[in-house]
């Protein structure tokens, strides 16, 4: 058995383009050319796949977060869903195929423990993540905001919070905010208590509001 080495400083396709090149000294300077590999674009945010094509990362990936927090106090007394303000956020999906997880986390307090309060998620101008089915005069809502005991007096407040995927199929900027009412003539209080008394024994308290792009 006999062995061999072949010992170049340049290796070069018939067309004249440099493959593989050495410093003389044993290190490779030029190396092969990701042309050479596979076919597409290869950067830092592509890979190459077994079939030797250049691909972007798989779904799953989340590609950007935006989140608003809310930390002053808002109140309404409307009869229907209102904008709870300062709880909104724009996101602007890289393609028509993303998901987008929307959050939100609140604190609340009403003003009379009868009360019954409900949440919804607002895509633009269309309600998402919310009770469908033989709603009758029932309110469809993404989650409650109702009264527990004693919340409607005193220095008490609750939390509740919502979760929904999201499918846009738009690659312009989105519009996500939290809409928010109670019954009758009730007062639905975020990021305070019921009395608000200004003493050691009333807290004041933050809401939040967050999407994440996730690509599939």
Known sequence: TMSSTIQ??????????????????????????????????????????GDQTYAAAGGGKINQVVSTTL???????????TDITGLSLNITPVATSSKILISTYL??????????????????????????????????????????????????VAVSSGIFLDSPSSSSQVTYKIQGYGTGAYTLFINRTGDDDDDANTGRFASTITAMEILV
């Open 8 to 49: 170049v400083d340049k290796i070069q396709d018939q067309g004249g383009n440099t493959i593989v090149e050495s410093n003389g000294s044993g290190v490779a300077t030029t190396r092969i050319p990701t042309t050479y590999l596979g076919s597409g674009t290869a950067s830092s945010s592509t890979f190459l796949r």
């Open 71 to 81: 930390t002053t106090t808002f109140s309404t007394s409307a009869s229907n869903f």
């Open 107 to 156: 604190s609340y307090a009403e003003n009379d423990g009868n009360f019954k309060g409900w949440g919804r998620f607002m895509r633009d101008s269309t309600a998402i993540g919310i009770g469908t089915g033989s709603m009758g005069s029932r309110i469809p809502a993404s989650f409650p905001l109702n009264a527990s005991y004693n919340l409607g007096t005193g220095d008490h």
